[in-house]
Structures are given as C-alpha cells and as structure tokens.
C-alpha cells in the first residue's frame, strides 16, 4: 500500500507540473513516504528524513514533506522534532499534496493535515499507469478494525473503508486499456471488503467481477487475516481463471494461548484448517505467511510451537520480525517483554529454518514448466528478462524485449533462494499455445 500511495502522491504532483527524478540533486521537492509499523521503520524514516534535511541545509529551495504512517502518528510534533520539514500530510489527506506544496512555495509556514476523513483520499485519488506498465496495484480499501494487539495500523490508517465496486473495475477497465495485464488488489485487511457499503457486496463478489475484465490476465491480492477466509474465498480460486494461486496469509504465531494475547480471533488449527480447505481445491498454491517472534508472554515452548507450524505447512515464503512496542498498543502494556537476545536468537533460528524450505520449494519446480508473466529486463539487464509464475515465484530467462507484458511458458532449470532461473520453452508464447 505504500508503493501504492508513493504513486499516487507522484501521480497528484505530475499534474503541477513536477516531474520524478533519480538524481536528488536536481529535485526541488522531496517527499518521504513513511512506515510506522515497527519501531525499526520508524527509526529508519526518521534517519533518512536527517539526511535530507542536511542536504536541503545546502539547498535551502528545496521543499520536504512527509508522508505515511508516521506522518500520521507524528503530527505537527514532527517540526518540533525536525523543523525542516516543510509540510506534514497524514494517511487520509493524500490528495493535499500538491495544496501544501503550493502553500509551502507560497511562504506558509509547516502546513499539516492528519485529520482522518470519512472516506480516505488513496481511495478516491487516481492515477494513470506509467507508459509500458505491466503489473499494477489497486486499492480496494483502508484502515482495519481488527486492533491486533501488538499493531498500531488501526491508529495510523484508521477505520476500515471499502471502495465501490463500480469505482474499482472502472479503474481496472483503465489499466487493462492501457496495456496492464495484472492488478494487485490492495487493502490492510481484504477479506472484508464490502463493509459499510450500500451496495451488496463481499470479496469473492469483487473477485468474479474483476474476473471478467477483458485484457487482465492476473488477479492478486494482499493482505488477508486467516478469520476471515471463507469457503467463497477458497472457491474463488477454483472459479475464476484469472486469479493467482498464490496467497500472503499472516499466522503470526503457532501458539493458541499468543494468539489470544495478540487477539487474532483463530487458533493454530483453525489456521491450518484454512491452509488445508485452500490446498484441497489449488495444490500448488503459493504461500508466504508474517511471523512475529517474541511477542510479550512468548515462552520457549509458545516459540516452538511457532516453529511446529512452519513445519507443518512449509510456506514458500515467510517474513518474520522481532516483536517492538508500538505507542498506544494494547502489546505496549503486556509485561512478560522477551529479551531482546532472545528475541534475535529465536528469529535467527526461524529464519534459517524457513531459507530451508524456501530453497526446498523453489528446487522442487526444477524441470516444471510454468506460466510466466514478463514484466521487464533482469536485474542484471539483457539478455535476461525477469517475470513471475502464478504462484509468484521470479524467474530470470533469456530473451528480449519483444516479450514484455506477454505470457510464455518456461521450463525451470535452477532454484535458487530467492529467484528461479528458467529457459523458455519454444514456441512457448501462452497465446499462440493454446
Ligand atoms: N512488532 C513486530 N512485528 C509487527 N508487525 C506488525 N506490528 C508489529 C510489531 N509491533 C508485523 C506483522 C504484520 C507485518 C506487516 O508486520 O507480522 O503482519
Ligand atoms: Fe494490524 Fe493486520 Fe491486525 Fe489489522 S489485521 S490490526 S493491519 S495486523
């Protein structure tokens, strides 16, 4: 959601007149878009708005804002704090950029806005893709009500707010008509998609009807809560040609009794209810999963019950943090805090684990062929172009740039940690195939 609403914010600021650089030299503006949602975001955004502010000693002309989830938490404390920072917009006010901009340039002193608003701006405000864009992401909605206990999002983002769907597939006919073959649905917390909406609607509905816009061969989406994945939800991956078969589903934690404590509203085999009802209908589903280890109370037997449910489901993918306390969190108050040694051993221990498994995966679709969505040269340029599978899996081959935005099928030849190295099959364009 944030790469999202960077674009948006960049979308807003190219109608004034001002165009991207990557050399902050010439910039006149800069805009820090901010994380809040671990005190190491935070402190990572706070260091880099230091160094700009350094830069912009020596450039006095230049304007900086702040953007984000701690733009939204920091308020006009962000002056006292950085006092040159020009303006301060918070998570609903995104379409305020270019106004504070103008105020600033205008000689307004530190104009801000973090009130929060009915209906949030990154749900109203659009932007068109960039020229040749392939994959695109589109907000779907705002905010969550969940209040887990360790994460300040409900704070920052505030109440959930859905999009209408009407809104939504105009948008994506757009995308579809400039070229974009597939769209990452976006919103804290999707599967409640509909919510407060007049009309009647749900995820699963979205879905379908996203399903059936011409030109948009691939639907993902991100991030769902394990509660609230319907037998619908399941079934939509059986029903709808277009939608990927890869799923982001945070467990957080293997323990029932840190699961109560984080107020997740499902245990471990609920979870794992869901993980199997999923795998019956698509086997090859892609999964990555969030884990949050040393959450206050985790013992280490709470921990390695964690570590049963990697083993059990073997995700393609995992993120995996270090709890911190974020202001104004239920966490915040818990006692029982886990050392912070601890904490690193036990992530450590995780994340070597789920490398394993990761690497695992990847080695296991050796000699497969798999469909491949090319979005552009490889890291390392041409002759090698990147794309992903359905299930999300990177794949480096050898071609050109006459392949860009088409499907072609691929046989994997290497799986590494990250990526998967693959030749294209001959004549293995999807359309000409089939
Ligand atoms: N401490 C550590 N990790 C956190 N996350 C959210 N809040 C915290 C916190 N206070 C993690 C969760 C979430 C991901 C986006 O960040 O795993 O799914
Ligand atoms: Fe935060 Fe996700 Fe829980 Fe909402 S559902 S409170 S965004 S972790």
């Known amino acids: 959601m944030n790469v999202r609403d960077s674009e948006l914010a960049a979308g807003l600021l190219e109608k004034e007149g001002y165009r991207l650089t990557g050399n902050p030299a010439e910039a006149d503006l800069v805009l820090v878009n901010t994380c809040t949602v671990r005190e190491k975001a935070e402190q990572k955004a706070h260091s880099f708005i230091g ?3 350094k830069f912009k000693a020596k450039r006095p002309g230049l304007i900086l804002g702040v953007m984000g989830c701690l733009a939204q938490q920091w308020g006009r404390e962000f002056f006292k704090r950085s006092p040159y920072i020009d303006f301060v917009c918070g998570t609903h006010a995104l379409d305020r950029i270019p106004d504070m901009a103008r105020e ?3 000689g307004k002193k530190h104009p801000a806005d973090t009130a929060f608003r009915d209906y949030p701006a990154s749900l109203a405000v659009h932007s068109p893709p960039h020229p040749g864009e392939i994959a695109s992401y589109v907000n779907i909605m705002q ?3 969940n209040f887990c206990a360790y994460c300040i999002v409900p704070y920052v983002r505030g109440r959930e707010r859905s999009r209408p769907s009407d809104d939504i597939i105009d948008e994506v006919d757009r995308l579809a008509e400039a070229g974009v073959k597939e769209v990452t649905l976006l919103g ?3 599967n409640s998609y509909g919510t407060g ?4 609607i749900n995820f699963p509905l979205l879905l379908k009807r996203l399903g059936a816009v011409q030109g948009i061969e691939r639907i993902r989406f991100t991030t769902s809560h394990p509660k609230d994945i319907s037998e619908a939800l399941m079934d939509a991956f059986l029903e709808i040609d277009s939608l990927c078969g890869y799923l982001h589903l945070p467990f957080q934690a293997g323990s029932n009794r840190v699961l109560k404590r984080m107020n997740r509203g499902y245990t471990a085999e609920e979870y794992l209810g869901k993980i199997n009802g999923l795998r019956s209908r698509v086997p090859s589903l892609g999964l990555s999963t969030d884990i949050i280890v040393g959450f206050p109370g985790e013992s280490g037997e709470d921990f390695q019950k964690t570590i049963d449910l990697i083993e059990k489901v073997r995700f393609d993918n995992a993120f995996s943090f270090k709890y911190s306390d974020r202001p104004g969190t239920a966490a915040a108050g818990y006692d029982g805090k886990v050392d912070e040694i601890e904490k690193s051993r036990r992530l450590t221990y995780l994340q070597k684990l789920q490398a394993g498994y990761t690497l695992e995966k990847n080695k296991a679709l050796e000699g497969t062929v798999q469909e491949v969505l090319v979005e552009g040269p490889s890291k390392g340029g041409f002759p090698n172009v990147t794309g992903r599978t359905r299930g999300n899996k990177v794949v480096n081959f050898q071609g050109d740039a006459a392949l860009f935005g088409k499907t072609v099928l691929v046989k994997i030849t290497h799986g590494f940690a990250h ?9 293995g364009d999807v359309e000409s195939c089939s």
Do not use: F, I, T, Y
């Open 51 to 53: 160094r700009v502010g």
């Open 104 to 106: 600033v340039r205008a």
């Open 143 to 145: 905010g969550c009500d």
């Open 188 to 190: 804290q917390n999707v």
């Open 197 to 200: 909406l007049e009309e009647d």
């Open 419 to 427: 990526s998967l190295r693959g030749e294209m099959v001959q004549g």
